[in-house]
């Protein structure tokens, strides 16, 4: 089955700074990879996704990028503001199916 | 706007006692999950289903089960609850047909004693 790594599982950065969470993955037919926000006591809520047919999509301060060949993806968010504290997750979409595999989150502090 | 609500926000159960947790979409979509989640461990899926009576395991189906009668809802069952069960269970949905955004629901805590 698929496999979804993520790093780092703490960020933290000044407020203002750019932050970037990594993920691999291990299905070579995975074929979409949301990222998911969730913020403490709420309910994960879709920010961002891209589709295997394509390299880096973006939107307003956060894009994601893929590269298929390394099984690796990214999200990068800039102009990182207070409300951004929260944490993250990486998902893949298996193959042939259309469950989530999601890594294990990163917990984004942002220092005022 | 998409709309998915689960039964209870807190639910407490006994060791063994049979427990349903429910989860109702309401925007026709094809596509339901069942996920739970633990610290540290990320979101796993349990099960899921394209379509009514028709269920998938996921990742993690033992100890679980499933039923989906009406297109709308979506029901996870523990047969026989136990303490390892205890956790943060999310339902989701998607439109399905080649949309493969998921929606969650607000998430029901059980803990079983």
């Known amino acids: 089955g698929e496999n979804v790594e993520q790093h780092p599982s703490t960020l933290s950065v000044q407020e203002g700074d750019s932050a970037v969470i990594k993920c691999t993955y291990s299905?070579?037919?995975?074929?979409?990879f949301p990222w998911y926000k969730q913020e403490l006591g709420k309910r994960p809520q879709l920010i961002i996704d891209?589709?295997?047919?394509?390299g880096e999509k973006k939107d307003q301060r956060i894009a994601v990028t893929l590269n298929k060949t390394a099984k690796h993806f990214s999200l990068h968010i800039t102009e990182t503001q207070p409300e951004d504290s929260a944490v993250y997750f990486c998902?893949?979409?298996?193959?042939?199916?259309?469950?989530?595999?999601f890594g294990k989150g990163t917990h984004l502090i942002i220092q005022p | 706007d998409v709309k998915v609500t689960q039964s209870s926000r807190y639910l407490v159960k006994r060791t063994g006692e049979k427990v349903f947790l429910e989860c109702v979409q309401d925007?026709?979509?094809?596509?339901m999950f069942w996920y739970r989640q633990d610290p540290g461990l990320g979101l796993r899926l349990i099960y899921f289903?394209?379509?009514?009576?028709?269920?998938e395991k996921g990742d993690i189906p033992e100890g679980y089960s499933v039923s989906r009668e009406k297109k709308e809802r979506f029901s996870l069952i523990l047969e026989s609850a136990s303490t390892n069960q205890t956790s943060m269970y999310l339902c989701?949905?998607?439109?399905?047909?080649?949309?493969?955004?998921?929606?969650f629901g607000p998430g029901t805590r059980l803990t079983v004693t």
């Open positions: 989701a949905s998607s439109l399905g047909g080649g949309t493969y955004e998921q929606y």
């Open positions: 299905d070579s037919a995975s074929n979409y």
């Open positions: 891209i589709r295997s047919n394509v």
């Open positions: 998902a893949a979409r298996r193959g042939g199916a259309d469950g989530l595999t």
């Open positions: 925007m026709d979509h094809e596509n």
């Open positions: 289903s394209y379509d009514v009576k028709m269920k």
